[in-house]
């Protein structure tokens, strides 16, 4: 990766940052080279500059990371470069954020990712900002189902809490998380990539608020605390999909009955865990999708997908091969996720 694809990928990601583009360059060329040495001085410099952890996360951290997983997706680093690269962000927020908290307590705050989210670095990272921002964080990571989560929620003193989503085939996922808190009562605010592109998107699945920036997050639920009634609510599109739901718990039996039964998968050159896997986020892309109403999302995975696969050294065609094994495969009602599919293609 040279220098001037990296500076294209950064410029993309930033905008209006406190931290300048040359020092952002360097914490990714050190990020791709694995040199945590180097990560944690430049983390450290800024922070005896006056950096706050707000800005570090938001200018320095998460854009490095969003940055290394589009090369992942260009197929320009390795699985194991990226993994190198998320845990030596994580020593550095371990190390150089975690001194920035305390001071008085604002308020309790639970956080956690929406259910079945595997990406846990995002809830640490805003979990790292509010404490710095003086509140008391509890962090649910990785994420718990929704029932656990909301006998958890029922007996926490918390009012408020976070709900981060960082793929839009986790919708579902998102919408069951963010209904459980409103059923404990809390007051929900929602962030994430998946939320990022259509913020109305949090909002119609229950959330109270969408922010992007960790800090102004933490200044809009300081505004809530004088008003937490802690009354249960009903969650949101609880009674217009259930047949959604029904197709979500069934995506394992799916996946399965398509690795098994699909004969056109037979072309696919994958090992059978990774085919899962991908089949997989088909499936929960289109019933995500159609949760919604947004064939947009389905399409959009399909286009990832695509290009993926192709800077891989496969066919594109491989995601029509995948879908409609899994298209095939839904259960017997699965209108509206086969009309999510269908608009997708169409598109």
Same mark, same amino acid.
């Given at each position: 990766m ?6 294209v990928?950064l ?7 406190r931290?300048d583009?040359?020092?952002?360059d360097?914490?990714l060329?050190?990020?791709l080279?694995?040199d945590r040495?180097q990560?944690l001085s ?5 922070v005896?500059?006056g ?9 320095l951290?998460a854009p ?10 260009q197929g320009?680093?390795?699985?194991a ?6 845990s030596?962000?994580e020593d550095?927020?371990m190390?150089?954020?975690?001194p ?5 307590q604002?308020?309790?705050i ?9 990406h ?12 710095a921002?003086?509140?008391?964080v509890?962090t649910i990571s990785?994420t ?5 989560l909301?006998?958890t929620a029922h007996?926490?003193a ?8 960082s ?10 998380t ?6 404990a009562?809390?007051?929900?605010? +929602?962030?994430?990539? *998946?939320f &990022?592109?259509d @913020?109305?998107l $949090?909002l ?5 608020a969408?922010? =992007?920036?960790?800090v102004e ?5 300081n505004?809530?605390?004088p008003q937490?009634?802690r009354d249960?609510?009903e969650p ?5 999909l259930p ?7 069934a995506i394992?039996r799916i996946?399965?009955? +398509?690795?098994?039964? *699909?004969? &056109?998968?037979? @072309?696919?050159? $994958?090992?059978a865990?990774?085919?899962r896997?991908?089949? =997989? ?14 064939s ?5 995975h399909?286009?990832w997908?695509?290009?993926g696969?192709v ?11 995948l879908?409609a094994?899994v298209d ?6 699965s ?13």
């Amino acid at each position: 990766m040279n220098a001037d694809t990296r500076d294209v990928v950064l410029s993309d990601a930033v905008k209006d940052a406190r931290i300048d583009r040359p020092t952002r360059d360097s914490f990714l060329g050190a990020l791709l080279s694995g040199d945590r040495e180097q990560c944690l001085s430049i983390s450290s410099g800024l922070v005896g500059r006056g950096v706050g952890a707000g800005a570090l996360v938001r200018d320095l951290y998460a854009p490095a990371q969003i940055a290394i997983g589009q090369m992942w997706q260009q197929g320009q680093v390795s699985v194991a470069e990226e993994h190198v690269a998320t845990s030596i962000t994580e020593d550095c927020m371990m190390q150089v954020l975690s001194p920035l908290a305390g001071g008085d307590q604002v308020g309790r705050i639970l956080l956690t990712g929406a259910e079945g989210d595997g990406h846990t670095l995002a809830v640490r990272m805003v979990s790292q900002v509010w404490r710095a921002l003086g509140w008391d964080v509890v962090t649910i990571s990785p994420t718990l189902p929704a029932d656990d989560l909301a006998m958890t929620a029922h007996g926490d003193a918390a009012g408020i809490a976070g709900v981060s989503c960082s793929m839009s085939s986790n919708l579902v996922g998102a919408w069951h998380t963010i209904s459980a808190l409103r059923v404990a009562g809390l007051r929900v605010v +929602a962030g994430g990539r *998946a939320f &990022d592109e259509d @913020p109305a998107l $949090a909002l119609l699945l229950g959330a109270d608020a969408y922010v =992007a920036d960790a800090v102004e997050a933490g200044d809009l639920v300081n505004g809530w605390l004088p008003q937490l009634d802690r009354d249960p609510r009903e969650p949101a599109l609880a009674t217009e999909l259930p047949e959604v739901d029904r197709v979500w718990s069934a995506i394992p039996r799916i996946v399965e009955d +398509a690795l098994l039964l *699909a004969h &056109d998968l037979g @072309p696919v050159d $994958a090992e059978a865990d990774v085919l899962r896997e991908d089949l =997989a986020l088909v499936a929960r892309s289109a019933t995500s999708a159609a949760l919604v109403d947004d064939s947009r999302i389905f399409a959009e995975h399909l286009d990832w997908y695509r290009e993926g696969a192709v800077a891989r050294g496969m066919d594109a065609g491989v995601a029509d091969i995948l879908a409609a094994a899994v298209d095939r495969m839904l259960p017997a009602g699965s209108t509206a996720v086969r009309r999510s599919m269908a608009a997708a293609f169409s598109r």
